[in-house]
Every structure is written in structure tokens, then in C-alpha cells.
């Protein structure tokens, strides 16, 4: 299947300090990608849908401010959680849909943040 | 408010026997329903998927099955392996047939398959 590829997969920042992380298709690519966050024994919440060279598309309650998506080509978006809080602390997970509609979206590794 | 929900947190059961792990929805727009497994530090691999015009769904050792009137869904895996031992996430999306589509999660299901 197709390969997307998720960096760093753990971070560790002070509090008020910036984290960008990168999400990759290896071999396809990827109109459209998505940002997830998973708290502990809760379900994948999506954050936020990024289409490649336009805005992201923010789900209600995140800030788009502090969760920068930039998605400049078909095989790279990246996520920045600018100005970390320990309540930022959770694993971020991508996915990526390809140019012809499968129905599945295929996941990157994740990251896991943790801010001091 | 949980559109999908895996009321089961965990689930265990013997290598050979057969793993039973359900899902139910609320939102009646939904109309096409993934199974992902995720092992632990690992983002989610897709397993199977179903349509809303559909009422099962095989793949291998894995089969899907759709009640829409009940809005439940089960995923059945027969035999059960300790390899199979994973989180298993179900999701939902509405309007599948567009360029853009979400997918709602549920908590999951921690499955445990002992040899």
C-alpha cells in the first residue's frame, strides 16, 4: 500500500517554544491530507483538512493560530504547534488521501509531542 | 458528542476462536465505514471497509458486516491470531462520493488474542 511517512516521531519542547511536524507521501500524491490528535484511550479527533496549495479547513475548537498547517506541494504538509503547552502534549497523526478516490486513507507513523 | 462508538474498550480471546468487535453510529448521513488496526506508537493501517449499499464486506480472514436499521456495524475475525492482537478503530464518513471527506473515529478496541 501506499507509504506515508511521519517526522519526528517523538518530540520533546520547553513550553513556549515551536514544533513543526512533517507528514510525507513516499509514493503517491496526496491532494488532500489530514491532522489528527489522539489523547490517551480517546479517538483519533480530526483537526483540521489541508488541500494542497490552499488554507486548511479548521474543525470547530482548534485554533488555527496556534496549529499551523502548510501544505505546499502534493507530497508534503506540515503541522506547527507554535508556543507549546504542556495541554498540547498528545500524539499528532496525518493521513493522506491520493489523487483517485479509494476510500482509504492511508497513516503516517505519528508524533508524540510532549511539552515540558 | 461520540458519532461513533466502540462501547467495548477491550476484548480478549483465544488464538483460533473467533474476535467479534462492534460499533455503533448515530448519525445517519454516514454512509461508508472503515476498520483500522493501530499497534501501539504506530498511526493506523486500514483493514476493511464496507458501503452503506452493502450489508457485508470479506476480506481473508475478516469480514465486515452493516446493519443500517440497527446502525451497527461488527467486524468479525475468524481464526483470531496473537499477530491480531492490536487497538481496532471503526470509522464512518458522510457523502464518500465527494473530493473531500472526514472520517469520525471511534475510541477504539483493544483486542488481545492469547495463545
Known amino acids: 500500500g501506499a507509504v506515508v511517512s511521519q517526522h519526528p516521531s517523538r518530540v520533546i519542547c520547553k513550553s513556549g517554544t515551536s514544533v513543526k511536524i512533517e507528514c510525507r507521501s513516499l509514493d503517491f500524491q496526496a491532494t488532500t491530507m489530514f491532522w489528527y490528535r489522539q489523547f490517551p484511550k480517546q479517538s483519533l479527533m480530526l483537526m483540521a483538512t489541508?488541500?494542497?496549495?490552499?488554507?486548511?479547513?479548521?474543525e470547530q475548537g482548534v485554533e488555527k493560530d496556534k496549529f499551523l498547517i502548510n501544505h505546499a506541494s502534493l507530497t508534503l504538509s506540515t503541522l506547527t504547534v507554535t508556543s507549546a503547552h504542556p495541554e498540547d502534549s498528545s500524539f499528532y497523526i496525518c493521513?493522506?488521501?491520493?489523487?483517485?478516490?479509494?476510500?482509504?486513507?492511508?497513516f503516517g507513523e505519528g508524533s508524540r509531542l510532549t511539552v515540558l | 458528542d461520540q458519532q461513533v462508538k466502540q462501547n467495548s474498550p477491550s476484548l480478549s480471546v483465544q488464538e483460533g476462536r473467533i474476535s467479534i468487535l462492534n460499533c455503533d453510529y448515530t448519525n445517519s448521513m454516514f454512509d461508508y465505514f472503515l476498520w483500522y488496526k493501530k499497534y501501539p506508537a504506530e498511526g493506523p493501517t486500514f483493514l476493511i471497509s464496507i458501503s452503506s449499499i452493502k450489508d457485508k464486506n470479506e476480506d481473508g480472514r475478516f469480514t465486515v458486516f452493516l446493519n443500517k436499521s440497527a446502525k451497527h456495524l461488527s467486524l468479525h475475525i475468524v481464526p483470531s491470531q496473537p499477530g491480531d492482537s492490536a487497538v481496532y478503530f471503526c470509522a464512518a464518513s458522510a457523502g464518500s462520493g465527494g473530493s473531500n471527506y472526514k472520517l469520525t473515529f471511534g475510541k477504539g478496541t483493544l483486542l488481545t488474542v492469547n495463545p
Open positions: 489541508s488541500n494542497e496549495g490552499s488554507k486548511a479547513t479548521y
Open positions: 493521513s493522506a488521501r491520493g489523487t483517485s478516490y479509494t476510500g482509504e486513507l492511508f
